[in-house]
């Protein structure tokens, strides 16, 4: 449906299009990556005022390929997710993302900005188990997390194994689970 080749490793962020979302920094990081011979394509999906900073910023991106597929219902957001191998939230501004709780239960690997409340040994993305961190509005280290996974798909695998049994575990605690381990 939206035209990726097969052999391309697919990156999705989901989001709002606003300043604090850092989107501008993903665009940045595959800048960084133009000589990674791995394809990869970008879906960014959200809509804002962000957006014609967006565009402005895909100047110059030629080997890889960014999608900004605007508003996508949240009941059709699972088939986004099924499509990525690697689920990116580079936010500044993000107590523990809704966003990052999908994407792990849906099986994907995580790369999060270290100002995202959602990472820790016990958080939804555990770093070296089931995704990796890096520091906010680096562009560098964005660029060198998602080369490494982008290399290899065993990390991909076993990463999206780790995501998917941590969001199963997290939902049997929140529905029941923990207030039975409580009792």
Request: charged share 20%; proline share 6%; with cysteine.
């Amino acid at each position: 449906e939206l035209g990726i080749p097969q052999d391309s490793v697919v990156y999705s962020v989901v989001g709002k299009l606003v300043p604090t979302k850092r989107h501008v920094d993903v665009i940045d990081a595959l800048r960084r990556l133009h000589e990674c011979q791995t394809p990869m394509v970008v879906l960014i999906i959200g809509s804002g005022r962000d957006e014609p900073r967006l565009r402005e910023a895909l100047a110059g991106v030629r080997r890889h390929a960014v999608r900004l597929l605007g508003f996508v219902p949240p009941r059709d957001l699972p088939r986004y997710y099924a499509a990525t191998d690697v689920y990116l939230h580079p936010s500044s501004v993000d107590a523990h993302s809704l966003a990052i709780s999908e994407a792990i239960f849906m099986g994907c690997p995580v790369i999060a900005s270290d100002r995202c409340g959602s990472f820790g040994p016990s958080d939804d993305v555990r770093p070296g188990q089931n995704g990796l961190v890096y520091a906010c509005a680096d562009g560098a280290a964005l660029a060198q997390r998602m080369r490494v996974l982008a290399e290899s798909v065993d990390a991909r695998l076993a990463f999206g194994a780790a995501s998917r049994e941590i969001a199963v575990s997290s939902q049997a605690l929140a529905h029941g689970g923990g207030l039975a381990a409580c009792l």
